[in-house]
């Protein structure tokens, strides 16, 4: 069984910065892609980035350019770092970690951005 675990969420004013990390424990034997998601209240959950395990990454138009997203494989831990944080970037954020064609969600974290 794998377990996803986020942390680093928080209040925070706009414009400010955040940084969010997620780990992937249990039965692992080879984590590929790992990625975050988010949704907003009354949202669909929708993608903000992707990082394969080479290290390609995919990001929504939305935080391009604000958003970094990085891996640790030896650690099976994602990081997003946010910047420039907008309103519209409160959000429960979650993570993904897929293995073997299976997808792992952790519970989320809650990141709010108050103007």
């Known amino acids: 069984q794998v377990h996803v675990v986020e942390s680093g969420g ?4 706009a414009g400010g910065s955040l940084r969010l990390s997620c780990t992937a424990s249990g039965i692992i034997i080879s984590i590929n892609a790992m990625g975050w998601y ?3 209240p ?9 990082i394969t395990r080479g290290s390609s990454t995919n990001y929504a138009d939305s935080v391009k350019g604000r958003f970094t997203i990085s891996r640790d494989n030896a650690k099976n831990t994602v990081y997003l770092q946010m ?8 959000a429960v954020y979650y993570c993904k970690a897929e293995s ?16």
């Open 10 to 13: 928080g209040l925070v004013q």
């Open 38 to 40: 988010r949704q907003a």
């Open 42 to 50: 009354g949202k669909q959950r929708e993608l903000v980035a992707t």
């Open 83 to 90: 910047i420039s944080l907008k309103p519209e970037d409160t």
């Open 100 to 115: 073997w064609g299976l997808n792992y969600w952790g519970k989320g974290t809650l990141v709010t951005v108050s103007s």
